[in-house]
């Protein structure tokens, strides 16, 4: 089991470069930094592996803040995304991500912005 970071629009479930369905659709770019919209996520047959869907992720809290600044965590908080933390059974360590499954899912909770990043004073 792996805990696994992860900003995502619950409602949606729009991550930063695809939709649920699988469409390519860079919420980052509308971001006004965007600190990693030069991560390689390009579509690959992993993804799709077994016939499931395979969600990106950080693997700490370091490197979740490492891929969003202070200013992108609060616009995307604005737009309806939140940080979640996902308990989980089925992933795969990658050099830049870790990827999981909805269905390894054991335990989810979200994580406030203030944890991880100095929003004091913001407007969310």
């Known amino acids: 089991m792996k805990t ?6 619950e409602e949606t479930m729009h991550g930063m470069w ?6 390519f659709d860079p919420f980052i770019n509308r ?6 919209k030069s991560l390689p996520m390009d579509f690959d047959e992993r993804y799709s592996k077994g016939g499931r869907k395979w969600f990106s992720g950080c693997d700490n809290r370091e490197q979740i803040q490492s891929w969003f600044s202070t200013k992108d965590a609060i616009e995307l908080f604005k737009n309806g995304y939140r940080l ?7 992933f ?12 390894g899912i054991v335990e ?3 994580i406030p912005l203030e944890t991880l990043w100095n929003v004091q004073g913001a407007k969310l």
Not at 4 to 9: A, L, T
Not at 92 to 103: G, L
């Open 84 to 90: 979640f933390a996902f308990k989980s059974t089925q």
């Open 31 to 36: 971001l006004t930094e965007g600190i990693s």
């Open 18 to 23: 695809y939709r649920l369905d699988g469409t």
């Open 108 to 110: 989810k909770h979200e």
């Open 4 to 9: 696994i970071y992860r900003i995502e629009n």
């Open 92 to 103: 795969v360590e990658e050099d830049v991500q870790t990827i999981f499954t909805r269905e």
